[in-house]
């Protein structure tokens, strides 16, 4: 149980265009999604943690208008990269809390999508 | 600013020992504890969480906590090879369900 998938794991594009990145929590409902990036060799960080049916909630430094999300449904999270740039390039990672767990806290993460902005 | 410290290694251990890696959290008020392995280009995978005081353990693992101390551990036995890998601590401390991680301690388990 609690496996969360991705999609697409990899994604190359030019300069200036948008990419968006699903999550999908397949065998539980997730009122909450986690969005995380990592650059290479260094740790998480937490991008925005997104609500169903709610506005995301962006961490401080991370820009909404750039990077989109969408929670429209329990099992779904959507992020859209908008007019990506060569320094958006990383590793993006989602992970989902599971509310029917007994223990809400635990997150289960996604594959996570390698994105690379020519 | 609520802060989560793990030396980051590399922990270099050799096949069969005990690995030993150790997390402290500045938030007293944090309730659930947790360790995931991140493989090279992997997405980070949960070993173990752990609630309350003392000893957790599951199969080669043992997770370790002292609230008082605030201080968590994470101790795997007859290491292999293949538990080479970026262990996290992640600490939630109770303002919602986000989790705050650590940067990451390094294992190389040598053959």
């Known amino acids: 149980g609690a496996v969360v998938s991705q999609h697409p794991s990899w994604v190359i594009c030019k300069s200036g265009t948008s990419v968006k990145i699903e999550c999908r929590s397949l065998?539980?409902?997730?009122?909450?999604m986690f969005w995380y990036r990592q650059f290479p060799k260094q740790s998480l960080m937490l991008m925005a943690t997104?609500?169903?049916?709610?506005?995301?909630?962006?961490e401080q430094g991370v820009e909404k208008d750039k990077f989109l999300i969408n929670h429209a449904s329990l099992t779904l999270s959507t992020l859209t990269v908008t007019s990506a740039h060569p320094e958006d390039s990383s590793f993006y990672i989602c992970?989902?809390?599971?509310?029917?767990?007994?223990?809400?806290?635990?997150?289960?993460f996604g594959p996570g999508t390698r994105l690379l902005v020519l | 600013q609520k802060e989560v410290e793990q030396n980051s290694g590399p922990l270099s251990v050799p096949e069969g020992a005990i690995a030993s890696l150790n997390c402290t959290y500045s938030?007293?008020?944090?309730?659930?504890f947790f360790w995931y392995r991140q493989y090279s280009g992997k997405s980070p995978e949960l070993i173990m969480s752990?609630?309350?005081?003392g000893d957790k353990e599951d199969g080669r693992f043992t997770a370790q906590l002292n609230k008082a101390s605030q201080y968590v551990s994470l101790l795997i036995r007859d290491s292999q090879p293949s538990d080479s890998a970026t262990y996290l601590c992640?600490?939630?401390?109770?303002?919602?369900?986000?989790?705050?991680f650590g940067k990451g301690t390094s294992l190389l388990v040598t053959p």
């Open positions: 992970s989902a809390r599971d509310i029917s767990g007994i223990r809400q806290e635990t997150q289960y």
């Open positions: 065998d539980f409902q997730a009122t909450t």
């Open positions: 997104s609500n169903e049916g709610s506005k995301a909630t962006y």
């Open positions: 938030d007293r008020g944090s309730q659930s």
């Open positions: 752990i609630y309350s005081n």
């Open positions: 992640a600490v939630n401390s109770n303002s919602g369900y986000a989790l705050n």
